[in-house]
């Protein structure tokens, strides 16, 4: 059964950095995608990035575009979100999910599997 566990939020002040972490188990074989979103208080979910576990080929919302970078490490079963000049907006519970489709989608309908979430906070 394919699981996926979040780590690496926190607090951190304007400017700052994080690297968010999904670790994946029980993939029968490396296809799909993998997506971050974010949801902050009394707003909807977000697609921040995806990554194609085939292809590689990556997409990035407009927000986050030139300051968050997503990565994947085989070997690991790793996908990560390096996060830089961060901002307040950025302040969310972020979740890392699965979907089937290799094509890379930021879509939270389309994916199936959901990590439990890391909390992000950016502030001074």
């Known amino acids: 059964q394919l699981q996926l566990v979040e780590s690496g939020g926190g607090l951190v002040q304007p400017g700052g950095s994080l690297r968010l972490s999904c670790a994946t188990s029980g993939f029968t074989s490396r296809s799909g995608t993998i997506g971050w979103f974010r949801q902050a208080p009394g707003k909807e979910r977000e697609g921040v990035s995806c990554?194609?576990?085939?292809?590689?080929?990556?997409r990035y919302a407009d927000s986050v575009k030139g300051r968050f970078t997503i990565s994947r490490d085989d070997a690991k079963n790793t996908v990560y979100l390096q996060m830089n000049s961060l901002k307040p907006e950025d302040t969310a519970l972020y979740h890392c999910?699965?979907?089937?489709?290799?094509?890379?989608?930021?879509?939270?309908?389309?994916?199936?599997?959901w990590g439990q979430g890391t909390q992000v906070i950016v502030s001074s």
């Open positions: 990554i194609s576990m085939t292809a590689g080929s990556t």
């Open positions: 999910a699965a979907a089937i489709f290799n094509v890379c989608t930021m879509d939270p309908r389309l994916f199936r599997t």
